[in-house]
């Protein structure tokens, strides 16, 4: 398939490879983290760990918006859709999110209108519909999703709808990185920038991490020989004692961002105070909210939100997955109580979460790994 | 668009954050369009990127966010 081919040719993975081993330094050890979701799930997908010299190690990061979300948020929004007249609209991967009292499935299997739906537009083609119903969007995701959230809720504006809301839960990458950044828990070398998010917010906004904390980032693409790419291209900053931003994913991601999208979200969104994040807990700053000019489709002052507040499982350990802490298989429960199937913590729930990129494509455990490739060996 | 396909793949291709590439096969009023995306039509919102017939634009919730290719560094 052209477009896709080029970037799975692997002949040229292997001679990427080789390039990476050649620059690591003897006895060191180099750690890179993900922020993207949608980056673990390639790495695995196409065993990239394995075209890699065991002295680099890739860290996941928390880039999987439904990774992130507190059980607390969840019930919040069950409650919400429980409400007389309300049709709650959802993306696929929040359906099967636990909350402190089960899921949107388990919600809608005991009679909660909670529909799946596609896009934020689709939940707006619901709303004219469904006049008499109070359709709600559960709005969720990084920059990525907030355009496609903003310009629906202009598009409801303009349309003059007065029964379609949305429940915010848009966050914001920086704040999520800069956290991570002042974790003592974790030293990392360098960031793989997240890619769709940039095409959004351009590049600038990560340069305090190579300016104040002295790491490299480099924004990738999704396709095997984008990361790869972008880890070579991380590799020549370190072996020449640079810290710098660059741009791998440059045909997709314009350096300044698309500014009509960042407009549009400015116009209809603000940055909350503070927003709590699974394994990070409360950020400043860090998540979007309606503003008061658009407070006829806030759902947050439309509907009685409980607010609640959820300790996550005991057994559950997504907060040390998510900052890169544990891998995933170090979790207790991993591929035993905790499946794609039943999951308990949410990296377990989204296919971009990093449990189920791990469970999905096998990799049980590093040694399991080790002894596929003495075996090939 | 009255038949909203379910997140089954191994990505949810709106979800999350893995954006597509579709091509603009046609330009419709209030900033939609029709895209071919592989796998059939769809119907998506335009009016953040200059999209014109015969692009290829990253669509995110069906929301297009880029036009590839066309911007570099």
């Not at chain 1, 340069?207 to 790491?215: C, H, L, M, P």
């Not at chain 1, 308990?344 to 469970?359: D, L, N």
């Amino acid at each position: 398939m052209r477009f896709v081919d080029e970037f799975r040719d692997a002949d040229k993975a292997h001679a990427l490879a080789a390039k990476i081993t050649a620059l690591c330094e003897p006895g060191r050890q180099y750690k890179f983290m993900e922020v993207c979701g949608g980056h673990t799930h390639t790495i695995y997908k196409h065993g990239l760990e394995d075209y890699l010299p065991e002295s680099i190690t890739l860290v996941h990061g928390p880039g999987c918006p439904v990774c992130v979300i507190p059980m607390g948020r969840v019930d919040d929004a069950i409650h919400l859709a429980s409400q007389p007249d309300v049709i709650m609209t959802s993306f696929g991967d929040m359906m099967r999110v636990p909350g402190g009292d089960g899921s949107f499935f388990d919600a809608k299997a005991r009679g909660t209108d909670i529909r799946m739906v596609y896009s934020p537009l689709d939940s707006l083609k619901i709303a004219k519909n469904n006049p008499d119903k109070r359709v709600v969007f559960m709005a969720i995701g990084f920059e990525t999703t907030a355009p496609s959230t903003a310009m629906t809720l202009l598009r409801a504006q303009a349309a003059g709808l007065t029964n379609f809301s949305i429940f915010a839960n848009h966050v914001t990458i920086i704040p999520a990185i800069k956290a991570i950044l002042d974790s003592p828990d974790l030293r990392l070398d360098g960031f793989i920038g997240p890619g769709h998010v940039s095409t959004v917010i351009g590049c600038r906004p990560y340069e305090f991490i190579a300016r104040d904390y002295g790491k490299p980032v480099v924004v990738a693409g999704f396709e095997p020989l984008d990361i790869l790419q972008s880890i070579y291209m991380l590799m020549i900053q370190m072996s020449e004692g640079r810290s710098e931003i660059e741009n791998q994913y440059s045909r997709v991601v314009p350096w300044d961002g698309n500014m009509v999208a960042l407009k549009v979200i400015n116009e209809t969104m603000e940055l909350r105070p503070y927003f709590e994040w699974r394994g990070l807990g409360f950020i400043s700053h860090s998540a979007l909210s309606v503003r008061e000019k658009y407070a006829s489709f806030d759902a947050e002052l439309l509907f009685d939100v409980p607010g609640v507040r959820v300790a996550d499982p005991k057994a559950c350990q997504c907060g040390e997955v998510l900052k890169g802490v544990l891998k995933p298989w170090e979790c207790k429960v991993f591929g035993t109580a905790c499946t794609p199937e039943t999951p308990i913590g949410t990296c377990m729930v989204s296919p971009e979460g990093a449990c189920a990129a791990y469970y999905n494509y096998g990799r049980m455990n590093r040694n399991r790994v080790m002894e596929t490739e003495v075996s090939r060996a | 668009m009255s038949n909203v396909p379910d997140c089954h793949g191994d990505v949810c291709i709106t979800c999350s954050d893995t954006a597509v590439e579709v091509t603009v096969l046609r330009l419709l009023e209030d900033d939609l369009a029709v895209v071919d995306t592989g796998q059939g039509e769809e119907e998506v919102s335009v009016a953040l990127v200059p999209a014109r017939v015969g692009d290829k634009i990253l669509v995110h919730a069906r929301e297009a966010i880029a036009v590839v290719g066309e911007m570099t560094q």
